[in-house]
């Protein structure tokens, strides 16, 4: 049985060594040849100094409970690069005084009723793959209560499918391959899958509006959800499962993106759909960047639907292709459980090549990351393979003083070039700003007929003892680039703590208020999730 890390991304079995790790170290020497890559390795569990936990567990819910060292540092934060650095350095607070996992929706309301009489604050925890903030017991300045996390892992089944009206009833604890492999028997998928796929929650997926790996279509975990049931220190609420609805404002739209702070999401039911049976993909070249987008958009806006739209700009396309080209490549793919794809594809392609546009050979093999498996040698296969292991090598490169940050954002195609010389031109000041050589990547994750959905990387050559420092200063000027050109500070990372001042910026004032008597009549106590999307 594979070992979750306590300190970083995934199982420990899994981690970046040997042959993989030499050539993570080449290309990193290659593209910035000053870069010390001496490898920091993180403490071991047992050598960590674990304070007592301050609060004592009534009777009644200590069978729920775990305060041992393990469980409290396992649940403290999640996996962002500030994370995963100060996991490292051995420096693991603040930390939860108990894990607790109740088995239903019973027991979920026992422990919301004594945290919210006892003014403890509770913390939702489903994967933990947060990378905002949004799973730390890091409470505001000034509020000092004691913070619990509250695991639905018990709660992780698939408990009734609907194959007439194809929907599946599913507990929020269960995480992505489970649920897969309950709903494939029946020859169905619920089609999201976002990197975090291996190591993230329904749950979790529901209260961050995540987006899937899917370029197009229903992507979003909000085209999928047909109703929720949400447990929260106001009682138990559950909306029907229905096609559509004109009774008033959503009460799934409520909770949708509200990262624990109104409520816990219990289970919810999701629409799956017959798993593909036909696949078809290719992969183009470009001589120039944007011309490479005009393309994407074209591609986007003409009707086709691809299942994978995903462009990468030259300096993506070498790091995770491994394709040097002077405009970058983009990945298309489409599939379908019902007709062959392969007009479609063609079609792409023709579009491409109005833009200038070489395709390399078409692939066939599986496209999603439910089956990515390397399938050969084009730029889909070795971008599909490095994919997967991203994570495992943004650890990798922590540990050997990088600083590797991402930012997200959605934009309108008429602002992505103001948009992208903004950021590109706040990335570099800030890098020059601490002292670290690097450099930036773009790739779209998500396009839609109005715009797309940037996904910027920065790889630069930290200091080890200051790449938190580093990090920050980096990430708030990447930050308020994009707000400044009006992107959103996220398209799928969530809000968590680590946004929340552009977030704060970006909402209507009036919704705010909206919001915040919402938090007021569902956690009177305030005590969900306390600095995520609302200050005290």
């Excluded at 309301?109 to 890091?138: F, K, Q």
């Excluded at 649920?179 to 999201?192: I, M």
């Excluded at 998500?446 to 630069?460: C, T």
């Amino acid at each position: 049985m594979a070992t979750r890390s306590w300190w970083g991304w995934g199982t420990e079995e899994a981690a970046v060594r040997g042959a993989e790790a030499a050539a993570l170290e080449d290309r990193v020497a290659a593209l910035l040849p000053d870069a010390d890559l001496t490898v920091h390795a993180p403490p071991a569990l047992a050598d960590l100094e674990v304070p007592d936990p301050q609060v004592t567990v009534p009777a009644a819910l200590a069978h729920l409970a775990a305060a041992d060292p393990p469980a409290r540092v396992g649940h403290a934060r999640g996996k962002a690069f500030r994370d995963v650095v100060r996991n490292l350095r051995g420096e693991i607070g603040p930390l939860p005084e108990a894990v607790l996992t109740p088995r239903d929706e019973r027991e979920l309301v026992d422990v919301l009723d004594w945290a919210t009489g006892a003014g403890v604050a509770v913390i939702p925890y489903g994967g933990g793959s947060s990378v905002v903030g949004g799973v730390e017991p890091r409470l505001p300045g000034g509020d000092d209560r004691p913070a619990v996390t509250v695991s639905l892992a018990a709660m992780n089944a698939v408990t009734e499918i609907d194959e007439v009206s194809r929907l599946a009833r599913i507990q929020g604890g269960i995480y992505g391959p489970a649920l897969e492999d309950a709903l494939r028997p029946a020859g169905l998928t619920l089609r999201h899958f976002p990197q975090s796929f291996e190591f993230s929650t329904l749950g979790g997926w529901l209260a961050t509006r995540a987006g899937g790996h899917f370029a197009t279509g229903p992507t979003h975990i909000d085209d999928l959800v047909a109703g929720m049931t949400v447990v929260g220190p106001a009682g138990v609420g559950r909306s029907l499962p229905l096609p559509g609805s004109g009774a008033g404002p959503s009460p799934d739209r409520l909770y949708l993106g509200s990262e624990g702070t109104l409520g816990i999401i219990t289970e919810a039911w999701m629409r799956v759909r017959p798993r593909p049976r036909f696949r078809a993909g290719a992969s183009v070249l470009f001589d120039s960047f944007p011309a490479a987008v005009a393309a994407t958009r074209a591609v986007v806006q003409s009707g086709l639907a691809p299942a994978n739209c995903r462009l990468l700009d030259p300096v993506e396309a070498l790091l995770s292709a491994g394709r040097q080209t002077a405009g970058g490549v983009l990945v298309l793919g489409f599939e379908s459980a019902d007709h062959p794809v392969d007009e479609a594809l063609a079609r792409a392609v023709e579009l491409c090549r109005d833009h200038g546009g070489t395709p390399e050979k078409a692939d066939t093999a599986p496209t999603q990351a439910q089956s990515a498996e390397p399938g050969g040698d084009s730029a889909a296969d070795t971008w599909r393979s490095s994919f997967l292991r991203m994570p495992y090598q943004r650890d990798a490169l922590a540990a050997r003083s990088m600083i590797v940050e991402t930012f997200e954002t959605a934009c309108t195609w008429a602002g992505f070039e103001s948009l992208h010389a903004a950021v590109t031109e706040a990335a570099y000041a800030a890098l020059a700003e601490v002292g670290a050589t690097g450099v930036l990547s773009c790739r779209f994750t998500h396009v839609y007929p109005d715009g797309p959905a940037p996904y910027y990387g920065i790889y630069a050559a930290g200091r080890w003892g200051e790449t938190v420092g580093q990090w920050g200063r980096i990430k708030s000027a990447v930050s308020e680039a994009l707000h400044s050109a009006g992107g959103t500070i996220t398209h799928h990372h969530a809000v968590g703590r680590d946004h929340r001042p552009w977030y704060d910026r970006q909402r209507p004032a009036p919704f705010a208020a909206g919001l915040r008597a919402a938090k007021t009549a569902l956690d009177p106590g305030g005590i969900m999730n306390p600095g995520v999307l609302l200050g005290p």
